[in-house]
């Protein structure tokens, strides 16, 4: 049976960065991931180049940043004073710290995720972008299962 729109398929597979060659994630031997596919939840590329596989295929395919998770965007890195992370008049130190990851909420509501790239005395450089935005993915795996 080949992987169509509709199956889901079990896939063993590992993810590195094509740009510096990180392993960037590897699915564990005692869970292997399933996915669903024709609903729009996976990369489209990604999706594409599994179609039509079947049980027992070996695939090795790169995803540009352009189709997966976007060139990095410079405008969505920016300072934010830190007195914006206050409770009861304090700041936690703790919390403000290079490589945390903080959910904020913009005017409008929506949520963002922020990684702190820098801390200085009165504000926190934040990264918006996707942790794999400017990342070229490379895929290498096996199609373990295709069912209906």
Known sequence: MKIGSDSIASISYSLTSNNSG???EKTPDDKIMKFKFGNG??????????MNL???EKFDFIVPSAEAYGPVDPYAIFDIPKDTFEVEGKVDEKMLQVG???PLT?????KHLGLITKVM????TMNFNHPLAGVD????GEVIQVFE
């Open 106 to 110: 913009d005017n409008q509501g929506n």
């Open 121 to 124: 005395d009165k504000a926190v």
């Open 22 to 24: 990180e392993l960037l």
């Open 41 to 50: 939840e996976l990369l489209p590329l990604f999706e594409k180049n599994l």
């Open 100 to 102: 945390n990851q903080i």
């Open 137 to 140: 993915l490379r895929f290498v």
């Open 54 to 56: 079947e049980k027992g």
